[in-house]
């Protein structure tokens, strides 16, 4: 797990107009802003906790209860904020007021200071069953939660195999607000930028098998749900696999998201469930496609990938020509919109980034219209990969 609590420098200090008792708040060692109180004082070292950390029920922490307490998951959950125009992306706190000494800049206190990450219930158990709006109850209820989670795992068919990270990682693109120091590194290197799709994670793995291949399918953290079984079955990915293996006699493992009815609301509003590939290793090789074998792979064996941005710029060139700093790219993911139209795909792009004008159409008022959660960049090669999410969408709870 990424840190979701950690210590940061305090790099910058911003008045907000209007407010005398708060003030814009940035980090040296991340590209994130907060907003907090005038007790931070430039060069201190604090306690930076990310978007979607779940902080503890313990005593320091419940200030926090009013606004932050999730029963699901029995803590306090950080979310994005807005307010006088500005984001206030996660939450910080002197050493005093959560219990620790001092220690030095990037130091990891996820564990120390038992927080976790949010992770969605689907990603983590088969979500769509006749049983789900009782379990969710159930769930919000600490007398219950223990019926509710044994009910829910019931009906996971592959609820004993675990995520095989030996052959492919989990999918979790790093924010390039935690690495911004890389992007001067990276910003000249040839890329490609992807939307980011609202769903589950799966993947499809051919784990190698003496002379052959055993076809595992599973969602973020365990073996797949339900949906995504009947889908494999429907799409016959077992043929699929067995004429990837006929072809090259190697094992691959394809990785994606799972979208569809009643999950993350459908907000694509597809009819089906639909699998969008981001990632294809070659485990034989142990190399991951770059971007043209990539498309080559999924196009020959018919493979849906994620939609690649094309409309803002041509493929294969640094985002250095169209990005400067990590706020512009930032503010590029803010205005990046779809529209769901009658057709096969649904979804289909819009996007008012070329004309610089950053202004929400009028057409998007219309609730067709909706943002993209973000995008995410990637060498062509995978020298690099980040994502960036779109503050207001998380605001926005879409």
Known sequence: MRKMASVVTVDSIESIEGKDKIVYIGFKENGYHVIGDKTFSIGEKIVYFEVDSVLPVKPEFEFLRKRCFNSRVNGFVIKNMKMSNLYSTGLILHFNEVGIKSCKAETDLTEKLGVTK????????PKQTKNNIFCNFMMKHKSTRWLAKLIWFSFNKNKGKSFPTEYLPKSDETNIQNI??????WENIPCYISRKFEGQSFSIFMIPNKKTFKTELYAR???????????????????????????????????????????????????????????????????????VALTTFCEKYNFETVKIVCSTRPLNRDFSRDFSSIDELQNYTEHQWFAIKDTKDKVSVWNTYDDRTYKKPELLKKPEFHRWEGIVVRGMNNEFSFKVKSNQYQIDGL
Request: overall charge neutral.
């Open 118 to 125: 949010l992770e969605d219930y689907a990603d983590a158990s």
């Open 221 to 291: 953290n365990y073996g797949a749900n339900e949906n995504q079984l009947r889908w494999a079955e429907k799409n016959k990915i077992e043929d699929k696999l067995k004429l990837i293996w006929k072809n090259t006699n190697h094992c691959f493992a394809i990785q994606g998201e799972f979208c569809g009815p009643n999950i993350q609301k459908n907000i694509y509003k597809f009819d089906d469930y639909r699998f969008f590939v981001y990632t294809v290793k070659d485990i034989t090789e142990n190399k991951q496609l770059g971007f």
């Open 180 to 185: 911004k120091g890389m992007f001067e590194k």
